[in-house]
């Protein structure tokens, strides 16, 4: 049984850094596809970062350069580090990982989601 929980979700102001984790449970999450997406009220979820079975590394445009998706494989956890956060920003943002029958990014199927944390950026 795969399970996604994300947390570290919060206020913070512009400029401001937050880091989210994602624990991941129920197999070997380090060999797959892991990414981190957001979706704002009224608006289409879209991907924000993913890192692949190899270690590599994929960002959306609007988040390049101020995002990072650090993996701690001896703690199942993966992260979003979030620099210079910008009020546009703000969005629930879930961890997903690779599984069948979910949307493809990025190559991936995400077929496991985690319930999402709230980011708000002023």
């Known amino acids: 049984h795969v399970q996604l929980v994300e947390s570290g979700g919060g206020s913070v102001q512009a400029g401001g850094s937050l880091r989210l984790s994602c624990e991941f449970s129920g197999y070997g999450s380090y060999h797959y596809c892991l990414a981190w997406f957001r979706q704002a009220p009224g608006k289409e979820r879209e991907g924000v970062a993913v890192?692949?079975?190899?270690?590599?590394?994929g960002y959306d445009d609007s988040v390049k350069d101020r995002f990072t998706i650090p993996r701690d494989v001896s703690k199942n956890t993966v992260y979003l580090q979030m620099n210079r956060l910008k009020p546009e920003d703000t969005a629930t943002y879930y961890c997903?990982?690779?599984?069948?029958?979910?949307?493809?990014?990025?190559?991936?199927?995400?077929?496991?989601w985690g319930l999402g944390t709230q980011v708000t950026v002023s």
């Open positions: 997903a990982s690779e599984g069948a029958g979910g949307p493809w990014v990025w190559g991936c199927p995400f077929g496991y």
């Open positions: 890192i692949d079975r190899d270690g590599r590394t």
